[in-house]
């Protein structure tokens, strides 16, 4: 009789996991480009930066700090890589695995697959300092 409790604990705490799916790159761009997004920290919901993602190919980042960035995105396999080549040394270049838990958007960082972050959809254009204008 205990083991049956023991086992459906087990099961129930598999289910979070088991409601992550994988995106591809793609898919995940077909959701937000063109458009913008919020990315934060799962849980608490603090503000990490915004992206607008003006074409597939090409994104303006806006830091916590309202500083911004151009971005070039690629496809590499089931990876979104973004590539900023103003920003320092170490920097310049992130990967990301995307999936959908529960409806919402989130990407795992390749380099450091501890670190998610929540992707929130949004139609507002990002207000940076030093914006691009084309």
Known sequence: MTRAPALLLVLLAALPA???QSLTPDEFLDRLAPGSAIFAYPGDGDFIGAEEFLSRERSIYAH???T???GFLSVEGPQ???DYPD???GQTRH???PFEDGGALFVRSVDDPSHVQ???P???PVACEGRPTA
């Open 68 to 70: 911004c960035a151009v």
């Open 118 to 120: 929540e992707v929130t």
């Open 95 to 97: 990967c990301w695995w």
């Open 64 to 66: 916590h700090d309202g």
């Open 122 to 124: 949004s139609d507002v």
């Open 80 to 82: 979104l890589c973004f």
């Open 18 to 20: 088991a409601a992550q």
């Open 87 to 89: 920003l320092a040394p």
